[in-house]
């Protein structure tokens, strides 16, 4: 019996999603388990890797129950990650040695200052790797694990020592043990990779007195990673055959294959990727250079532009009790004509294009006449100039203005915040009616990897979208851009 279904899977940071997909890249059944938050310490963030392998098996049978398909349905399954969240585990035992440390984790905050004040250390990561020496990446979590776990070191001297991103964890447990692979695009979110020669660098394993064996081969995005136990995963016997991190997978979702594709998701955080092409962009201006995926004929980068805070400014609003729910923030907005208030978010510091880790959230231009309404509008406001200040300036590392954005996550259902990010771009926005887009860029590569339809085909095939158009002018918007960077440079200059 020919087999029609493709599983994808999106390893995320607080849960796993699975969607069935058939022959047309028709969703045709869901899955999602949540797994547990882990924090021992203030700022200290950990996952049980045994805990989200239960769950990628309970929402892959989700997936197959909804999609009414049997394990034998199943022609090849593909994979997206969470990135930077490392771990460590014994490969004669199969057992991890410590919990996964999680990207947003900043245990290894002093030890990046550190390497980041040691010499050239700085400007050598950065031309090797296209990132910034910072605890947000893999490469310090590691050497905090080998300095930490006492059995890392016993099984580092043994041979046995495995390290990996998640993605390398589940491939070693769908293949019931056998393979010890991950993709360039996770590879280069490690801070150990040069994105340049393909390969682990050899100057930064040294340096951190990381052992190059105990990392996994690096294959393309899209080919064969392993074939599924059928023991170990559902009794499914297939290929494993894409994989790469969450954000390039949104990436591809939204079709923005070619160079000056841009997208933009907004979650905890705003995650902006510009596709650049087969150039790897050295950013003048505080964005990182990253491979989003490597179909085998070479990698294809992109720059990459954080804002820390989007929707952690949210529940911040509601745990001061400006808000009961995020939904009615668009109502509040709307309830007033314009605000002359304006919030800075910065409440875990400022990623790029201004890098500063010391800069806190504030309200700059409150009046007695100042509101409720005033407050929530303003936060949605400053959400849209933190994701215009990356818009700006990839703007300028190319040369051109942005022509659109295309955009999706939990905030891009509010109404106010897409018309007002369309107005302080300038440019229309596009708002994915799909909510799991990094899933279903995931599903997509699986498909081209099995042949089931090319990167054309997918056009006709691509998720509706709401389209939000700019309605201010060209004054106003400069206006209200000179009056943020204002605000900006006021806030940063508190310490």
Same mark, same amino acid.
């Given at each position: 019996?020919?087999?029609?279904?493709?599983?994808?899977?999106?390893?995320?940071?607080?849960?796993?999603?699975?969607?069935?997909?058939?022959?047309?890249?028709?969703?045709?059944?869901?899955?999602?388990?949540?797994?547990?938050?882990?924090?021992?310490?203030?700022?200290?963030?950990?996952?049980?890797?045994?805990?989200?392998?239960?769950?990628?098996?309970?929402?892959?049978?989700?997936?197959?129950?909804?999609?009414?398909?049997?394990?034998?349905?199943?022609?090849?399954?593909?994979?997206?990650?969470?990135?930077?969240?490392?771990?460590?585990?014994?490969?004669?035992?199969?057992?991890?040695?410590?919990?996964?440390?999680?990207?947003?984790?900043?245990?290894?905050?002093?030890?990046?200052?550190?390497?980041?004040?040691?010499?050239?250390?700085?400007?050598?990561?950065?031309?090797?790797?296209?990132?910034?020496?910072?605890?947000?990446?893999?490469?310090?979590?590691?050497?905090?694990?080998?300095?930490?776990?006492?059995?890392?070191?016993?099984?580092?001297?043994?041979?046995?020592?495995?390290?990996?991103?998640?993605?390398?964890?589940?491939?070693?447990?769908?293949?019931?043990?056998?393979?010890?692979?991950?993709?360039?695009?996770?590879?280069?979110?490690?801070?150990?990779?040069?994105?340049?020669?393909?390969?682990?660098?050899?100057?930064?394993?040294?340096?951190?007195?990381?052992?190059?064996?105990?990392?996994?081969?690096?294959?393309?995005?899209?080919?064969?990673?392993?074939?599924?136990?059928?023991?170990?995963?559902?009794?499914?016997?297939?290929?494993?055959?894409?994989?790469?991190?969450?954000?390039?997978?949104?990436?591809?979702?939204?079709?923005?294959?070619?160079?000056?594709?841009?997208?933009?998701?907004?979650?905890?955080?705003?995650?902006?990727?510009?596709?650049?092409?087969?150039?790897?962009?050295?950013?003048?201006?505080?964005?990182?250079?990253?491979?989003?995926?490597?179909?085998?004929?070479?990698?294809?980068?992109?720059?990459?532009?954080?804002?820390?805070?989007?929707?952690?400014?949210?529940?911040?609003?509601?745990?001061?009790?400006?808000?009961?729910?995020?939904?009615?923030?668009?109502?509040?907005?709307?309830?007033?004509?314009?605000? *002359? #208030?304006?919030?800075? %978010?910065? &409440? =875990?510091?400022?990623?790029?294009?201004?890098?500063?880790?010391? !800069?806190? /959230?504030?309200?700059?231009?409150?009046?007695?006449?100042?509101?409720?309404?005033?407050?929530?509008?303003?936060?949605?406001?400053?959400?849209?100039?933190?994701?215009?200040?990356?818009?700006?300036?990839?703007?300028?590392?190319?040369?051109?203005?942005?022509?659109?954005?295309?955009?999706?996550?939990?905030?891009?259902?509010?109404?106010?915040?897409?018309?007002?990010?369309?107005?302080?771009?300038?440019?229309?926005? *596009? #708002?994915?009616?799909? %909510?799991? &887009? =990094?899933?279903?860029?995931?599903?997509?590569?699986?498909?081209? !990897?099995? /042949?089931?339809?090319?990167?054309?085909?997918?056009?006709?095939?691509?998720?509706?979208?709401?389209?939000?158009?700019?309605?201010?002018?060209?004054?106003?918007?400069?206006?209200?851009?000179?009056?943020?960077?204002?605000?900006?440079?006021?806030?940063?200059?508190?310490?």
């Amino acid at each position: 019996m020919t087999k029609e279904i493709i599983l994808a899977i999106d390893q995320g940071t607080t849960g796993t999603k699975v969607l069935a997909l058939d022959r047309m890249a028709r969703v045709v059944g869901q899955g999602f388990r949540e797994h547990t938050q882990h924090y021992p310490q203030p700022g200290w963030v950990e996952h049980d890797p045994e805990e989200i392998w239960q769950m990628v098996k309970a929402a892959a049978a989700d997936a197959l129950r909804d999609a009414g398909a049997s394990p034998a349905d199943v022609a090849g399954v593909g994979h997206d990650n969470q990135g930077e969240t490392v771990m460590i585990w014994d490969a004669e035992t199969g057992r991890p040695l410590y919990n996964a440390v999680v990207w947003q984790c900043r245990r290894t905050a002093a030890m990046a200052e550190a390497w980041a004040r040691d010499r050239d250390w700085s400007q050598r990561v950065l031309a090797k790797t296209g990132l910034r020496i910072d605890p947000y990446f893999s490469a310090t979590k590691i050497r905090w694990l080998l300095d930490h776990v006492p059995a890392a070191q016993e099984a580092m001297r043994a041979g046995r020592l495995r390290i990996g991103t998640l993605d390398t964890w589940l491939f070693w447990c769908l293949s019931g043990g056998k393979a010890f692979v991950t993709d360039p695009s996770t590879a280069a979110r490690t801070l150990l990779f040069n994105i340049h020669t393909g390969t682990w660098d050899q100057e930064i394993l040294d340096y951190l007195q990381i052992p190059r064996e105990a990392l996994p081969e690096v294959r393309p995005t899209i080919g064969h990673f392993c074939d599924t136990d059928p023991d170990a995963f559902l009794g499914i016997q297939a290929p494993v055959v894409a994989s790469l991190v969450d954000q390039p997978a949104a990436l591809y979702g939204h079709l923005c294959l070619d160079p000056g594709g841009v997208k933009c998701t907004y979650g905890t955080g705003c995650f902006m990727y510009m596709n650049t092409g087969s150039v790897p962009v050295a950013s003048r201006a505080g964005l990182l250079t990253t491979v989003v995926w490597d179909k085998g004929q070479g990698p294809t980068y992109a720059l990459d532009g954080g804002v820390y805070t989007a929707g952690t400014a949210m529940k911040w609003l509601q745990k001061v009790g400006l808000l009961q729910t995020a939904e009615e923030s668009a109502e509040l907005a709307l309830s007033i004509p314009s605000t *002359e #208030v304006i919030f800075v %978010p910065a &409440l =875990t510091g400022m990623a790029a294009p201004y890098w500063d880790s010391d !800069a806190r /959230g504030a309200f700059v231009g409150i009046s007695a006449g100042a509101g409720r309404a005033d407050l929530v509008r303003a936060v949605l406001e400053g959400v849209a100039h933190r994701v215009a200040d990356v818009a700006e300036t990839m703007g300028q590392e190319l040369g051109a203005p942005l022509s659109y954005l295309r955009v999706d996550g939990g905030m891009t259902r509010n109404p106010f915040l897409m018309q007002f990010q369309a107005d302080i771009l300038g440019v229309p926005v *596009e #708002v994915c009616n799909f %909510p799991d &887009l =990094t899933c279903l860029g995931t599903g997509f590569l699986t498909g081209e !990897a099995l /042949g089931w339809w090319s990167p054309a085909d997918l056009e006709t095939r691509r998720p509706s979208v709401q389209t939000y158009y700019p309605k201010q002018s060209a004054e106003w918007r400069q206006a209200q851009r000179e009056k943020w960077r204002t605000a900006v440079a006021a806030v940063r200059t508190i310490r």
